[in-house]
C-alpha cells in the first residue's frame, strides 16, 4: 500500500488544531487532520471565546455560523467569592482602526470544534477520524506517522513534511511532543465541567468563581445554558469528598464551590442539570516548548494558562494562526531544513510575545485564587475599586488582537 504524503500532518482536531489544517490547506497545501474522538464531542473547557478572537473567526470564515449558535454577549467581568459578588466592565477588544469590536461570547466546544473541523475538511484538509497517532519516526525530509483506527483497529501510515501538534496537553502518550506520566501531588488540579439550564446567572455577566483550593468560572452559553467549570486542587477534592459523602467527584466539588460562594447557590437555585458532568486531570498548566526539527507544537501543547483567565480556546486558535501565516508567507523551496528552522525561530518568537504574557497573568490569578488568606486580603481592594477586574480581564489579553 503506498504511503500518502502530506505536506502538514495535524495531530488533534479541536480548534488549534482545525484552525491550522483550515488555514494551511486554504493556502493549497495538503493536509491530514488527525482526530482520534468522533465529533460531535463534549470537553472540559471554559467554551468562552473573547473579543480579540473574532477578526480569526471572519478570516476563517466561520463567525457568522459562531454569532448563530453562541450565547449573548458578555458584557461583565465578575468575582463571586464568599457572600462577595463584585462585577465591573469587560474591556472591549479594539479593532484595528481603535474602534470596539465587540464583544466575548461562549459555544460549547461540541458546536465549535465541529464548525472548524467541517471548514477546515471543505478546505480541503483530509480528515482522519478516528483515528490516533501511535508513533512518530524521523525520516528524510519529513515524519512517518503510524495511525491507529480507534474502532477498527486497523493501522495505517502517513508520511508528513512538517507535523502540527495540537492534541493539548492532558493525556499522556507516545509521542515525544506528549507529556510524561508524573507521580501524583497534593497540587495537582482536576477540571470539572456541566451545563445547567434555567439558572439564575445574570446575562451578560462571566464572573471568576473563588473558593478554597479552586477556582471556576460560569458563562451563559448556546441553546440557553449556562456553563459551570472549574480546577481544584487534588488535597482539597479529597477533603470535599468525605465532607460530602458522596460517590461522584463531581458532586462534591459543586457541593464544596456552593457552600462556599454565595454567587453560585444563588445562579444555580432552581437549575437543572443538562446532561453528565465532565472531568478531566490533572492539569498542569505551564510553559512547554513551540516545537523542533519539523515538529511544531500549538495550543496546550505548547503551552497552558491556568483556566482562571477563560482564553484557552483562544490562544490555542491564536498561537496555530501564528504558526500557519509564517509557515503560509514564509514559504521555502520544497520545505527545506534551513527554511523549517528559520519558521521554528520565528514562530518561537511571535507565540512568547502573544501568549506567555497571558500564561504568566493566570497562574498568578489562579494562585491568587486558590489562597484563602489572599483572598481575604485582597477583597476589600476589589470591593473598593471593582475596576481591578476589569484591569485583570485587560492583561489577561482581552483587549487587544495578538
Not at 468562552?48 to 477578526?55: G, V
Not at 480528515?127 to 483506527?149: H, R
Not at 497540587?187 to 451578560?204: M, R
Not at 489572599?374 to 482581552?398: E, Q, W
Request: contains cysteine; glycine residues 12%.
Amino acid at each position: 500500500m503506498t504511503t500518502p504524503i502530506y505536506d502538514a500532518v495535524v495531530i488533534g482536531a479541536g480548534p488549534g488544531g482545525s484552525t491550522a489544517a483550515l488555514l494551511l490547506a486554504r493556502a493549497g497545501w495538503s493536509v491530514a487532520l488527525v482526530e482520534k474522538t468522533p465529533f460531535p464531542r463534549r470537553k472540559v473547557c471554559g467554551e468562552f471565546l473573547s473579543a480579540t478572537n473574532l477578526p480569526l473567526l471572519r478570516e476563517l470564515g466561520v463567525a457568522d455560523a459562531f454569532n448563530d449558535l453562541a450565547g449573548p454577549d458578555v458584557r461583565q467581568v465578575g468575582l463571586y467569592a464568599g457572600n462577595d459578588l463584585v462585577t465591573s466592565a469587560m474591556p472591549g477588544a479594539r479593532a484595528d482602526n481603535g474602534m470596539s469590536d465587540g464583544s466575548g461570547r461562549a459555544l460549547g466546544r461540541e458546536h465549535l470544534d465541529t464548525l472548524l473541523l467541517e471548514r477546515a475538511a471543505a478546505a480541503g484538509a483530509r480528515v482522519w477520524q478516528p483515528w490516533s497517532v501511535a508513533g512518530l519516526t524521523k525520516i528524510d525530509g519529513g515524519y512517518l506517522c503510524e495511525l491507529v483506527n480507534r474502532k477498527s483497529r486497523e493501522s495505517r501510515a502517513l508520511r508528513g513534511r512538517v507535523v502540527i501538534a495540537a492534541h493539548g496537553s492532558w493525556e499522556t502518550g507516545p509521542l515525544p511532543t506528549q507529556p510524561t506520566r508524573l507521580g501524583s501531588r497534593p497540587s495537582d488540579l482536576f477540571g470539572f465541567k456541566a451545563h445547567f439550564v434555567d439558572s439564575q446567572l445574570p446575562a451578560g455577566v462571566m464572573p471568576l468563581l473563588v473558593f478554597p483550593g479552586g477556582y471556576g468560572g460560569m458563562v451563559h452559553s448556546d441553546h440557553g445554558r449556562v456553563s459551570i467549570s472549574g480546577c481544584i486542587r487534588r488535597d482539597q477534592l479529597t477533603v470535599a469528598r468525605r465532607t460530602a459523602e458522596s460517590i461522584k467527584a463531581a458532586e462534591a466539588v459543586l457541593a464544596h464551590v456552593m457552600a462556599s460562594c454565595r454567587g453560585v447557590r444563588e445562579a444555580l437555585a432552581g437549575a437543572r442539570l443538562d446532561q453528565e458532568w465532565m472531568s478531566t486531570g490533572p492539569i498542569r498548566p505551564g510553559i512547554r516548548r513551540t516545537g523542533f526539527d519539523r515538529v511544531f507544537l500549538v495550543g496546550n501543547a505548547a503551552g497552558e494558562a491556568h483556566p482562571a483567565i477563560a482564553e484557552g480556546i483562544g490562544m490555542a486558535m491564536q498561537s496555530a494562526w501564528h504558526l500557519c501565516t509564517r509557515l503560509i508567507t514564509e514559504r521555502g523551496p520544497a520545505l527545506s531544513d534551513d527554511w523549517i528552522a528559520t519558521v521554528q525561530r520565528h514562530y518561537a518568537l511571535a507565540w512568547r510575545r502573544a501568549i506567555t504574557p497571558r500564561i504568566r497573568a493566570a497562574a498568578a490569578i489562579a494562585h491568587w485564587a486558590m489562597r484563602p488568606a489572599a483572598v481575604a486580603c485582597g477583597m476589600p481592594i476589589v470591593r473598593a475599586f471593582p475596576g481591578v477586574l476589569t484591569f485583570g480581564a485587560r492583561v489577561s489579553g482581552k483587549v487587544t488582537h495578538p
